[in-house]
């Protein structure tokens, strides 16, 4: 079984565009640090995700590292804990959206891949269609680029023509 650790916002965003069992799919289990479940949580987050993250899906472990992570200045508090919980696992995967939590998990020898990275999984499988759950995507605060959407669903639409 893979080991996979998963952030704050692909949990968010798959949540939100109703896609959130694509992980159990993809995945069977994922490991969130507290922090992260934390960040789901308060009374700013959106309703569906904080209903969500009050009695998380089975596949869900909330799970402690056994060492305090170490500060990261340019990472919130679940990017450097999922971070850290990802090398603690030796994780095959850390899902993770935010660019400077990339970088350093990259540069701790992680693999990473992150919402549209999950969105585009499901979709090879043909679980989704990309334009339907990016067109749900847009009307999140997610920060995805445009353009990376539109090669996203150039090379969608290329793959499904072969």
Same mark, same amino acid.
């Given at each position: 079984?893979?080991?996979?650790?998963?952030?704050? @916002?692909?949990?968010?965003?798959?949540?939100?565009?109703?896609?959130? =069992?694509?992980?159990?799919?993809?995945?069977?289990?994922?490991?969130?640090?507290?922090?992260?479940?934390?960040?789901? @949580?308060?009374?700013?987050?959106?309703?569906?995700?904080?209903?969500?993250?009050?009695?998380?899906?089975?596949?869900?472990?909330?799970?402690?590292?056994?060492?305090?992570?170490?500060?990261?200045? #340019?990472? #919130?508090?679940?990017?450097? =804990?999922?971070?850290?919980?990802?090398?603690?696992?030796?994780? =095959?995967?850390?899902?993770? #959206?935010?660019?400077?939590?990339?970088?350093?998990?990259?540069?701790?020898?992680?693999?990473?891949?992150?919402?549209?990275?999950?969105?585009?999984?499901?979709?090879?499988?043909?679980?989704?269609?990309?334009?339907?759950?990016? @067109?749900?995507?847009?009307?999140?605060?997610?920060?995805?680029?445009?353009?990376?959407?539109?090669?996203?669903?150039?090379?969608?639409?290329?793959?499904?023509?072969?």
């Amino acid at each position: 079984m893979i080991v996979v650790v998963a952030d704050t @916002s692909p949990l968010r965003y798959l949540v939100l565009i109703g896609e959130a =069992d694509l992980l159990v799919k993809l995945y069977r289990r994922v490991l969130i640090p507290r922090s992260v479940a934390a960040e789901l @949580s308060p009374a700013r987050t959106p309703e569906a995700v904080r209903k969500w993250m009050e009695q998380p899906p089975r596949w869900i472990d909330i799970v402690e590292s056994a060492k305090a992570a170490p500060t990261a200045a #340019d990472l #919130d508090v679940g990017e450097r =804990d999922a971070i850290w919980l990802a090398g603690e696992r030796k994780a =095959d995967l850390l899902l993770m #959206d935010d660019r400077e939590g990339v970088e350093e998990a990259v540069r701790h020898g992680l693999t990473v891949t992150g919402t549209l990275g999950v969105l585009v999984r499901a979709a090879e499988k043909g679980w989704v269609g990309l334009p339907a759950v990016f @067109s749900k995507l847009r009307n999140t605060n997610s920060r995805a680029s445009p353009a990376l959407i539109g090669f996203l669903l150039e090379y969608d639409s290329r793959r499904r023509a072969t």
